[in-house]
């Protein structure tokens, strides 16, 4: 009897242990996953930082070039206060003059105190432009206003 009792629970000792090296995969499988899955958050974040911060980057040089822009323009406002006015062929030679010395900008516009766009270097491309309301947008309008106020040039 001893020796059917021993072969009698040799196969149950067998079936229980057969189950380790699946549970052990489940588990290793699992951990595996786990690692992959923090890694790879780990990495996105990582990824947005840089974004983040190549981003600040550019801002800063661009803040910086239009900076520098600016003066030429100002001398174009002051010598339009100076006068009163100026003749519309004069406004498109000194934009014209501009734009060819200082690449980058698509176009250069002249915009009345009601927010229409009345001349515009270089007009060729930019007709649909012409007489538009440019101030539909409150960040616009709020450029405008400040624009209208300080008697400075205003990016858009």
Not at 46 to 65: F, I, K, M, Y
Not at 85 to 93: I, L
Not at 98 to 113: H, Q, R
Request: glycine content about 4%; charged content about 25%; overall charge positive.
């Amino acid at each position: 009897m001893n020796r059917n009792t021993h072969h009698a629970t040799f196969p149950d000792l067998k079936n229980r242990t057969g189950w380790l090296p699946l549970l052990a995969g489940v588990i290793l499988c699992l951990l595996v996953m786990g690692l992959w899955w923090r890694l790879d958050r780990h990495e996105q974040a990582s990824l947005r930082q840089s974004v983040q911060n190549e981003a600040e980057d550019l801002v800063g040089h661009l803040v910086a070039d239009l900076r520098s822009r600016f003066p030429s323009l100002r001398r174009m406002v002051k010598r339009w206060e100076l006068r009163g006015s100026m003749p519309k062929d004069e406004f498109m030679s000194d934009a014209e003059a501009y734009l060819s010395d200082t690449p980058g900008f698509l176009a250069l516009e002249w915009v009345d105190k009601h927010f229409f766009v009345r001349w515009i270097v270089p007009p060729r491309g930019n007709e649909p432009v012409q007489n538009i309301y440019v101030a539909f947008e409150p960040e616009r309008r709020k450029a405008l206003e400040m624009a209208l106020q300080t008697r400075s040039p205003t990016a858009t």
